[in-house]
C-alpha cells in the first residue's frame, strides 16, 4: 500500500519565479494537508483541502496557493518566490471520516530559492 | 489559539538508560496529541497519538507517552535508547474540535551515545 508521494523531491528556483509541487494521498484518505518546515523549525501548517476546496489556512500569503483534483491528490502553488520561502514542503494526508487524527506524511520537496 | 513548547533543543542520553523527551501544549478543549520522528532529509514518520483513554499511550519502536492532564503535558519515553533512536522528534497538538490543522513544536534533537 503507496503512503504518501510527494514530486518533485529536489528542486531549485530563482527568486521570482512560480512553483508547482505535489501531492498524492495515501490510498482510502481523502483529505490533504501542506506544511512548511524551514531549517531548524517544526513543520508550519499552509492549507487543508477537502472536497476540493480550500477548508483551513494558515499565517501565510496569497502567494500560497493550492488545489484538490477528484482523485484526491493535491498540487501546491507557490508564485513570486521569496528567498525565504527556501524549505522542505510537506505533504499529509488523512480520512475525514476518522475526524482527521489519522496523518500520513510524504516525504516532502525540498525547495531551495536562489 | 493552539501552541506547543519542546523546552529542550538537544538530548542527550547513553545507550540502554532510559530516554524521556518533553512537550507541553495549549489547545481549547480537548486535545489530541502526536509525536512524529524525523531523519535527516526526510519526511515524518508517526511514532504515537493520544486521542482518549488510558492516559500511557504505547507507540512504534518501543516509544511511549504519557498525557497529564493538570500539567497539560505529553512527555515522549523510551525504557532502554538506542543508537538507531538518534534523530529529530516533534510534538504537535490539534483540538478535538474546530480547527484541524496540527500545531507543531520546535522540535528536540535525541543524541543516544554507544
Known amino acids: 500500500d503507496a503512503g504518501v508521494t510527494q514530486s518533485p523531491t529536489h528542486l531549485i528556483k530563482t527568486r521570482g519565479q512560480q512553483v508547482t509541487l505535489r501531492c498524492s494521498p495515501k490510498?482510502?484518505?481523502?483529505?490533504v494537508s501542506w506544511y512548511q518546515q524551514a531549517l531548524g523549525q517544526g513543520p508550519q501548517f499552509i492549507f487543508q483541502?477537502?472536497?476540493?476546496?480550500?477548508?483551513q489556512r494558515g499565517n501565510f500569503p496569497d502567494r500560497f496557493s493550492g488545489h484538490q483534483f477528484p482523485n484526491y491528490s493535491s498540487e501546491l502553488n507557490v508564485n513570486a518566490l521569496l528567498l525565504g520561502d527556501s524549505a522542505l514542503y510537506l505533504c499529509?494526508?488523512?480520512?475525514?471520516?476518522?475526524?482527521?487524527?489519522?496523518?500520513?506524511f510524504g516525504s516532502g520537496t525540498r525547495l531551495t530559492v536562489v | 489559539a493552539q501552541s506547543v513548547a519542546q523546552p529542550e533543543d538537544q538530548v542527550n542520553v547513553a545507550e540502554g538508560n532510559p530516554l524521556t523527551v518533553k512537550c507541553t501544549y495549549s489547545?481549547?478543549?480537548?486535545?489530541?496529541l502526536f509525536w512524529y520522528v524525523q531523519y535527516p532529509n526526510r519526511g515524518l514518520q508517526f511514532l504515537l497519538k493520544y486521542i482518549t483513554g488510558d492516559n500511557l499511550v504505547k507507540g512504534s519502536y518501543g516509544f511511549e507517552a504519557e498525557f497529564n492532564k493538570s500539567q497539560t503535558s505529553f512527555h515522549l519515553k523510551k525504557p532502554s535508547a538506542l543508537v538507531s533512536d538518534s534523530a529529530l522528534y516533534f510534538c504537535?497538538?490539534?483540538?478535538?474540535?474546530?480547527?484541524?490543522?496540527?500545531?507543531f513544536g520546535s522540535g528536540t534533537r535525541l543524541q543516544v551515545q554507544p
Open positions: 490510498s482510502g484518505h481523502d483529505t
Open positions: 499529509a494526508s488523512s480520512f475525514r471520516g476518522q475526524g482527521n487524527y489519522g496523518y500520513t
Open positions: 504537535a497538538v490539534r483540538g478535538a474540535t474546530g480547527r484541524r490543522a496540527l500545531t
Open positions: 483541502y477537502y472536497e476540493e476546496e480550500e477548508r
Open positions: 489547545v481549547s478543549g480537548n486535545p489530541y
